[in-house]
């Protein structure tokens, strides 16, 4: 097996490919729709969207297109931000349903746990009832596993003392010298999936000199580094690219980064200068 191929388990059995392909800021049409294909043909099995990605179509279409087997692929998709009652969950999740087009979706989260333009607000009872549509929609069969993204561990907590269905899997911001470790121990301690988006720092971590000293040691690249060093902590990365070559390059992961430079990687920070954080 490849570090592609190879799988994490979530807490209701379901396997999801351990590495994903981002398609945030991937434009729709034919720029997201090749991305996916290329992404396909060099080994990803998991490809990652959204509603606020507004690609979600061209998705679903290049899945359809590749030839390969649905049940061979994962497909991750999220709810807007700002859907925050039952009836707008419900709506949304059946406008992605629709666009994606693909019999059903293995993992729909929650984007975030406030509207993008209201960012960092307290929306714990309102996530509350979105939570209980996930729930309801995971209950249909037309998703295979129900989570959350962004969120702190305030506003994890509170989902978890008022949920039926436990969250699945918390996808957040996650790179070398960002970690999000509070956020990260309060899903590991509910038995989450802990997921990293932006591995390199939308591409402000491919400068670091630290990082590429490393890199060198392993005749690897810096994003390969990146993506490795989030395997090696247990943490599902999606990379994106929309170049063939950089994404098949970043798909090269198998080697190891020895113990001593997890720890010199461990100890590094603000690895990316520039990079906006959704901290709050």
């Known amino acids: 097996m490849t570090a592609l191929t190879e799988t994490f388990t979530l807490p209701n059995g379901v396997t999801i490919p351990q590495v994903g392909f981002g398609t945030w800021q991937v434009p729709d049409g034919p720029v997201a729709e090749g991305a996916v294909a290329a992404a396909l043909k060099a080994g990803y099995r998991h490809i990652d ?95 295979r596993a129900i989570g959350i993204s962004n969120f702190n561990a305030r506003d994890q907590e509170d989902l978890y003392a008022h949920c039926t269905i436990k969250p699945m899997a918390l996808q957040l911001q996650y790179y070398i010298g960002f970690t999000e470790d509070a956020n990260v121990a309060a899903a590991r301690k509910e038995g989450l999936l802990v997921e990293g988006f932006s591995p390199l720092a939308t591409g402000f971590l491919t400068n670091n000199t630290d990082v590429a000293a490393i890199a060198a040691h392993y005749n690897a690249t810096v994003a390969q580094v990146a993506i490795r060093y989030c395997l090696q902590n247990k943490v599902l990365p999606l990379p994106k690219a929309v170049n063939p070559a950089h994404i098949t390059e970043n798909a090269q992961l198998d080697f190891t980064i020895s113990d001593e430079d997890m ?18």
């Open 263 to 280: 720890q010199t990687l461990d100890q590094l920070v603000d690895t990316a200068p520039g990079e906006e954080h959704n901290l709050y």
């Open 49 to 143: 969207t959204a509603w606020q990605y507004g690609n979600e179509a061209s998705v679903g279409r290049a899945v359809r297109a590749s030839g390969i087997a649905r049940k061979d692929i994962f497909v991750t998709s999220k709810l807007p931000a700002h859907a925050k009652t039952y009836a707008d969950a419900m709506n949304a999740f059946q406008e992605s349903f629709a666009k994606l087009d693909l019999d059903y979706i293995d993992m729909y989260l929650i984007h975030a746990p406030w509207p993008w333009d209201d960012f960092g607000a307290d929306y714990r009872k309102q996530n509350r009832e979105v939570w209980r549509a996930l729930e309801d929609i995971y209950a249909t069969g037309k998703v």
